[in-house]
């Protein structure tokens, strides 16, 4: 595995199987009430420029149980929100910490720390990439297929980060991937460039039940997100017909996965009777945030041999 998690494109298939592994081994021990002190005396900084219920939480939390601490920045309490350059702020945050964990707005914020830095640097979530929520969902989907290789995927929704996430990690790892968006509003060229050497493996439409036909999974996002409040009245036009809903479940496979990262609005991207139905998916993939990150954390930060 890389030194950084910026990108699911920095993880090839076995160094997220080896994540994975690692995630269901964590989970285990957190849910047998083994110790699992690997990161103890080890120090995390999380810079938050976006705000986060999800991610403070589980980072937070990971670290407490794996034995480290976390330290929340946000941009009130960084001279990066005076104007001190990206370069000055991860030399000096290097001499403190063990590793930086930033959610934030622009891919070049999360790359430059890393390039400057002399630490770990785990990409929480920007506009362009949310690699950690990606791993969560795939050890979602491997708990509840029993594994990864040739399952069907389906994205429905808005071309952002998740969408460039999903199809970077679903191909990856041995899926095929089906995108429902709608013109204008497609993934990041440099993302559909990485999946045209997938071949017939990926496929995306502004067709919703073409590419949910026989989807093994299904996953969507809010239409509009953080930063994109003034879009949101044109987007719900645009993005009317882009919802998993009952018709969609139907083209979809009998027992089909239904994932979302959350906040859901019900009712735009996902009906209220389908999230409520696939209630227990949906939150196990959030409670796997913390066993993903974790083992990102370890791997990362910890022991060499693991």
């Given at each position: 595995?890389?030194?950084?998690?910026?990108?699911?494109?920095?993880?090839?298939?076995?160094?997220?199987?080896?994540?994975?592994?690692?995630?269901?081994?964590?989970?285990?021990?957190?849910?047998?009430?083994?110790?699992?002190?690997?990161?103890?005396?080890?120090?995390?900084?999380m810079?938050?420029?976006?705000?986060?219920?999800?991610?403070?939480?589980?980072?937070?939390?990971?670290?407490?149980?794996?034995?480290?601490?976390?330290?929340?920045?946000?941009?009130?309490?960084?001279?990066?929100?005076?104007?001190?350059?990206?370069?000055?702020?991860?030399?000096?945050?290097?001499?403190?910490?063990?590793?930086?964990?930033?959610?934030?707005?622009?891919?070049?914020?999360?790359?430059?720390?890393?390039?400057?830095?002399?630490?770990?640097?785990?990409?929480?979530?920007?506009?362009?990439?949310?690699?950690?929520?990606i791993?969560?969902?795939?050890?979602t989907?491997?708990?509840?297929?029993?594994?990864?290789?040739?399952?069907?995927?389906?994205?429905?929704?808005?071309?952002?980060?998740?969408?460039?996430?999903?199809?970077?990690?679903?191909?990856?790892?041995?899926?095929?991937?089906?995108?429902?968006?709608?013109?204008?509003?497609?993934?990041?060229?440099?993302?559909l460039?990485?999946?045209?050497?997938?071949?017939?493996?990926?496929?995306?439409?502004?067709?919703?039940?073409?590419?949910?036909?026989?989807?093994?999974?299904?996953?969507?996002?809010?239409?509009?997100?953080?930063?994109?409040e003034?879009?949101a009245?044109?987007?719900?036009?645009?993005?009317?017909?882009?919802?998993?809903?009952?018709?969609?479940?139907a083209?979809?496979?009998?027992?089909?996965?239904?994932?979302?990262?959350l906040p859901?609005?019900?009712?735009?991207?996902?009906?209220t009777?389908?999230?409520?139905?696939h209630?227990?998916?949906?939150?196990?993939?959030?409670?796997?945030?913390?066993?993903?990150?974790?083992?990102?954390?370890?791997?990362?930060?910890?022991?060499?041999?693991?």
């Amino acid at each position: 595995m890389t030194k950084h998690l910026l990108k699911m494109a920095d993880l090839n298939q076995e160094d997220i199987i080896e994540l994975l592994n690692l995630a269901d081994q964590l989970k285990y021990d957190q849910k047998h009430g083994i110790p699992h002190r690997l990161l103890e005396g080890k120090t995390l900084g999380m810079i938050f420029q976006k705000a986060s219920t999800r991610t403070r939480v589980s980072f937070e939390t990971g670290m407490y149980q794996l034995g480290g601490l976390a330290q929340f920045l946000s941009s009130r309490d960084l001279q990066i929100g005076r104007g001190e350059p990206v370069q000055d702020t991860a030399r000096v945050l290097s001499r403190y910490l063990n590793g930086i964990m930033i959610r934030t707005f622009e891919q070049k914020e999360v790359e430059d720390l890393a390039g400057y830095g002399h630490i770990p640097i785990i990409n929480g979530l920007t506009d362009y990439a949310h690699p950690c929520q990606i791993l969560a969902d795939l050890m979602t989907i491997r708990e509840y297929k029993g594994s990864l290789e040739g399952l069907n995927f389906c994205y429905i929704g808005d071309g952002n980060n998740m969408a460039n996430s999903h199809i970077v990690g679903a191909l990856t790892v041995g899926m095929n991937v089906s995108i429902a968006c709608p013109d204008g509003y497609r993934p990041h060229p440099d993302v559909l460039k990485f999946a045209e050497k997938y071949g017939d493996k990926f496929k995306i439409s502004n067709n919703v039940l073409e590419m949910a036909a026989n989807a093994d999974v299904l996953a969507t996002d809010v239409w509009a997100s953080m930063g994109q409040e003034s879009e949101a009245k044109e987007r719900r036009k645009v993005f009317a017909g882009f919802q998993i809903n009952d018709d969609v479940l139907a083209a979809a496979r009998s027992g089909a996965l239904v994932l979302h990262c959350l906040p859901a609005h019900r009712e735009e991207e996902i009906t209220t009777k389908v999230f409520e139905a696939h209630a227990n998916e949906i939150f196990d993939e959030a409670e796997n945030r913390l066993h993903a990150q974790k083992a990102v954390l370890v791997k990362l930060m910890g022991p060499k041999e693991i």
